[in-house]
C-alpha cells in the first residue's frame, strides 16, 4: 500500500479550472495510476481533500504507486510524494492512542414497501452525524476516548474525544449530467486500536459509502 499527497494549485485558476465537481478530482485520481488503465486492471483508490494552514492537499491511497508527474496534473510543482504504507500499517499495536482525520459519508438507508433496494439518505445533523460513526466504531476495531458500551439511541456523549470539524455538500454529475449534491463531513479526534486487524482493514479499505468520490479515508497518527 501506498500514502502519496501533492498540493493543489489553488492560486492557478487555470491549471484547476476542471476541478469544479467531484467527477473531476476522481477522473484525476484514476488518471495518476496509468499502468493500471493500460493492464485493465483497476483497484480502488481512497482519496480526500485535506485543509491544511490555507493549502490544500489531495491525499490518495492505493495498492500501486501513482505516476507522480500524473498526480502532479493540478498540483504545485514539486508538491507530489508517496510513502509506503505497509510500513506505517507494521507499526501499529492494539490499546494504541491514535489522533485521526476521517472524510465521509455519513448516510443510511430505507427500505420502503414494494421496494427491492433501499434509498439513501443523508444524516445532516451533527448529533447524526457523530452517532453515525461512533455506533460503528467497534465494528471498525476501534473505540473512542471515553467510548464504553453506551447506548446510542440518543446522542452521542459530548466527552467522546472526537467532533466533526466541516461539513459540505460537493457537487457531483452521475450519468445522463443528472446533478446531485453529496454530504460530506470531516471528522477529527482521539481513538485507540481494539483489534488491530480489524482497524488495519479499515485503514486500507475505508468507511461508508462514495469512496470513488473522496469519502472513506481515514488517517491516523500516534498521539506524542
Do not use: C
Not at 438507508?109 to 457523530?130: D, F, L
Not at 486500507?204 to 506524542?224: C, D, N, Q, S, Y
Request: charge should be positive; avoid cysteine.
Amino acid at each position: 500500500m501506498y500514502l502519496s499527497r501533492v498540493e493543489i494549485d489553488i492560486k492557478n485558476r487555470q491549471k484547476i479550472k476542471d476541478l469544479t465537481h467531484l467527477g473531476a478530482f476522481h477522473n484525476w485520481v484514476e488518471k495518476s495510476f496509468p499502468k493500471e488503465i493500460a493492464a485493465g486492471k483497476r483497484s480502488r483508490h481512497l482519496w480526500r481533500i485535506d485543509n491544511l494552514a490555507g493549502k490544500k492537499y489531495l491525499l490518495v491511497l492505493s495498492q500501486t504507486q501513482p505516476d507522480l508527474l500524473q498526480l502532479s496534473t493540478y498540483g504545485v510543482p514539486g508538491t507530489a510524494q508517496v510513502k509506503s504504507y505497509d510500513q506505517f500499517l507494521d507499526q501499529l499495536h492494539e490499546g494504541q492512542t491514535l489522533q485521526f482525520r476521517l472524510t465521509a459519508n455519513p448516510s443510511y438507508s430505507v427500505i420502503k414497501p414494494g421496494e427491492r433496494q433501499g434509498r439513501i439518505y443523508p444524516h445532516v445533523t451533527v448529533a447524526q452525524q457523530r452517532k453515525w460513526l461512533a455506533s460503528r466504531a467497534e465494528n471498525l476495531g476501534f473505540h473512542f476516548i471515553g467510548q464504553d458500551k453506551a447506548d446510542f439511541s440518543s446522542k452521542v456523549p459530548d466527552h467522546f474525544a472526537f467532533d466533526v470539524m466541516s461539513r459540505d455538500w460537493p457537487i457531483l454529475y452521475r450519468k445522463g449530467g443528472h446533478r446531485i449534491k453529496l454530504s460530506r463531513v470531516t471528522f477529527e479526534g482521539l481513538l485507540q486500536v481494539a483489534d488491530l486487524e480489524r482497524f488495519k482493514e479499515t485503514l486500507i479499505h475505508g468507511i461508508g459509502r462514495e469512496k470513488a468520490f473522496g469519502m472513506g479515508l481515514m488517517t491516523v497518527i500516534p498521539k506524542e
